[in-house]
């Protein structure tokens, strides 16, 4: 049987199945992992390697998908406790005591009240009034639609590494989406470099774990960094506010800061995760060497000793310290990895040490 054969007879099953909250969790599930092992996902190499400059609009397609692995099913079951939550955000209302019409996605039952009068009677507890002769209503919280949008960093220097640091950058995203995806948020984002690229419209459901996977698939490296002009053009593609994942190794000293600090101008939550090759934290001394600046295009030859690599490290640490004080100063959720942790660690662990993640 061919994939899209079994992507159609999957989609049957799912869209009969009972709308509960475990059929919900389940039906992703299914979908996320007949995702993964029938290649749906990834453009052949002669589409994936065209180069994307400003912002042009990105098309689902699934008959020309080639293999690609993001998350395996196994995984997928682990991170579903997991959950993004809004913070402070005018968006993020309180959840009030009475029903509501508010938009959402849901409304869940939380506790009961006395009746007052002119109360609808739709929610008293008839069942409780039969046992206590007592009128009591039933009290409901709302949960809030949430716009989770994912910012991946797609410039030429997240191709170095081992893995790449764009491979580990997609495997972040995708888990992210899903799980914002899992709950019934809304996702969607962009790739940047020196513009921002391929962006993927908000959506939500079976479909939009599709369009993500697709989405992360086609995503390849070149260019240079400017984050800040990248961020000026997701305001204003995305000027709804909503949680911003950024993922990427911020080598941008020019624009890291100011592209940070309009996104949360903009009412955005923001949550950045750096990602960093060992050996660009660890270099080893290693004689006369010829530094090449993948982005720029600039060499630099010097030789390079034990000295030398313990003032980079300063440097680098002091770089580190700048970048945590800034996104503490503004309440920016950061988290920092290198690709030498293991993904379901980081995911599984690190990512529970911040508020946005829970």
């Known amino acids: 049987m061919s994939a899209e054969s079994r992507l159609k007879d999957a989609l049957s099953v799912l869209t009969t199945a009972r709308r509960n909250s475990s059929d919900r969790i389940h039906r992703f599930r299914v979908l996320a992992a007949l995702t993964v092992r029938s290649g749906l996902g990834r453009l052949p190499r002669r589409f994936r390697d065209q180069r994307q400059s400003g912002v042009t609009p990105t098309r689902t397609s699934i008959t020309d998908a080639a293999p690609e692995s993001f998350l395996d099913s196994e995984f997928l079951s682990k991170i579903e406790r997991l959950r993004l939550i809004a913070k402070r955000l005018s968006w993020a209302s309180a959840k009030g005591e009475h029903p509501t019409s508010r938009k959402g996605f849901s409304l869940e039952f939380s506790d009961y009240r006395k009746y007052q009068k002119g109360d609808d009677l ?46 580990y950058a997609k495997r972040v995203a995708a888990a992210l989406g899903y799980i914002g995806l899992k709950n019934l948020d809304r996702v969607g984002g962009a790739a940047f470099a020196s513009s921002l690229q391929a962006p993927l419209t908000l959506g939500r459901g079976r479909k939009q774990v599709l369009r993500l996977f697709d989405f992360l698939g086609r995503l390849s490296c070149s260019g240079g960094t400017d984050l800040r002009s990248s961020a000026q053009s997701f305001a204003r593609l995305f000027p709804h506010p909503g949680l911003v994942i950024v993922v990427s190794d911020l ?50 030859r010097f030789f390079l000793d034990a ?4 003032r980079y490290q300063q440097e680098l640490e002091r770089y580190f310290r700048e970048i945590e004080a800034m996104c503490a100063s503004r309440q920016i959720d950061y988290l920092r990895t290198t690709t030498q942790i293991p993904f379901d660690e980081f995911v599984l662990k690190t990512l529970r040490q911040v508020s946005s993640v829970t």
């Open 251 to 300: 080598f941008d000293p020019a624009g890291w800061r100011a592209a940070l600090e309009d996104l949360v101008l903009k009412k955005n939550q923001l949550l950045v995760v750096h990602v960093v090759d060992e050996r660009e934290t660890n270099p080893q001394p290693s004689g006369d060497i010829t530094l090449h600046d993948v982005e720029a295009g600039r060499e630099r």
């Open 122 to 167: 739709r929610y008293v507890d008839w069942n409780i009034y039969r046992r206590l002769e007592r009128l009591l209503v039933k009290v409901f919280t709302a949960e809030e639609e949430m716009n989770i949008y994912l910012l991946v960093d797609t410039s030429r220097s997240m191709s170095e590494g081992s893995p790449a640091k764009i491979d």
């Open 307 to 310: 000295q030398l690599v313990r």
